[in-house]
């Protein structure tokens, strides 16, 4: 397999933040993306007067062409929520990264969190850093900044690093798996693997991996069977309608049963108690866990009782009213979920 050049850095985020001047020295692939890393330690120390003020509702996410995929995309509840009482009580203390766009937005290349939970809050401005930057690039520094995360996932990891590997080797992020895996198994069988990747390019791979602590073995033999999990959980997990700690405990299900669990995730989401306990039902009862709806409802034995419906309202609205109790996000979900269903019979009733 031939080597394609690799991607530059050749910005001016690459020689005047990186480097602080717009000299780029010689180094190697470990040296640039250690230095990436180190200025993304910096940037995530330095204060907020250190840097200018960004108009919230000028700011969107990154945008990038076909094929290019954003690395963050699901976002924790109850991390979000922790970050945002954060940013309530002390404001924005950490500057985001962006780059600005020809139509005059900001789009963020770290700190997407940061500036949702301001959003929320009703934040009109927050401090960040703007600097031109490629698609490539920008990718590249995203990438980087989500691997150091602290709340990262197993599976947003694994996404990240294939992802790196791609941008920096030009190989397929489709064929990053299967190419790994093979050399992977030729090594343990030490046989000769170069037919399946070139030495330069397996080199960058080690480089990149050893670069956030992760061998070729242990990428190939713990990560990668990651993304064997059926398309349509991975779907649910890049979309950021499930946590991916939960899309795995939904994969150790009879198959079958998988997609309506994952589903049903995704519309209600459970904690991870929650789940664990819903698993052991389905594995207890089977299939009789998800009832089917029937369709002939009205025209069965027993219609819709509304006096009971009225009573449980009665019942709810009382016990909130004498406990003084704060609806939650949970409860106010399900209680849209209530009027929407309503609105709809009223609707349908009305027509």
Request: hydrophobic share 35%; charged share 30%; net charge neutral.
């Amino acid at each position: 397999m031939s080597r394609r050049p690799r991607q530059s850095l050749e910005s001016s985020l690459a020689n005047e933040f990186i480097f602080g001047s717009e000299t780029r020295p010689e180094e190697n692939l470990s040296n640039e993306i250690s230095r990436l890393k180190g200025e993304l330690k910096v940037l995530k120390s330095q204060s907020s007067q250190s840097s200018m003020l960004l108009p919230v509702d000028k700011i969107v996410p990154l945008r990038l062409p076909d094929g290019m995929k954003q690395p963050r995309k699901y976002f924790e509840p109850s991390a979000m929520a922790r970050l945002k009482d954060s940013i309530a009580k002390h404001g924005v203390c950490e500057p985001i990264l962006t780059r600005p766009s020809s139509d005059g937005m900001f789009e963020i290349v770290s700190g997407e969190r940061r500036w949702r939970s301001a959003s929320e809050l009703g934040h009109v401005e927050i401090p960040g850093v703007a600097k031109q930057m490629s698609d490539g690039e920008a990718l590249e520094i995203a990438l980087i900044a989500h691997l150091l995360s602290e709340n990262i996932s197993a599976i947003e990891e694994t996404d990240s690093l294939i992802g790196l590997i791609s941008l920096r080797t030009k190989l397929d992020p489709a064929e990053v798996p299967s190419l790994l895996t093979k050399v992977r198994n030729a090594q343990s069988r030490k046989t000769d693997y170069s037919g399946i990747i070139s030495v330069d390019i397996l080199n960058d791979v080690e480089l990149i991996l050893n670069e956030f602590g992760i061998s070729l073995a242990s990428f190939v033999s713990n990560r990668l069977p990651l993304l064997g999990l059926p398309e349509f959980i991975l779907e649910k997990v890049r979309d950021g309608k499930v946590d991916p700690s939960k899309a795995v405990l939904v994969s150790r299900i009879q198959y079958d049963m998988q997609p309506k669990l994952i589903n049903e995730l995704a519309e209600q989401p459970l904690t991870k108690s929650q789940l664990r306990q819903r698993i052991a039902e389905i594995k207890s009862i089977g299939k009789d866990a998800f009832p089917e709806q029937n369709p002939s409802v009205s025209e069965s034995s027993t219609q819709p009782t509304f006096d009971s419906i009225q009573e449980l309202y009665t019942k709810v609205s009382r016990k909130i009213r004498k406990k003084d109790v704060t609806i939650n996000r949970k409860m106010q979900i399900r209680i849209n979920r209530m009027q929407m269903a309503l609105q709809e019979i009223l609707a349908e009733l009305d027509s």
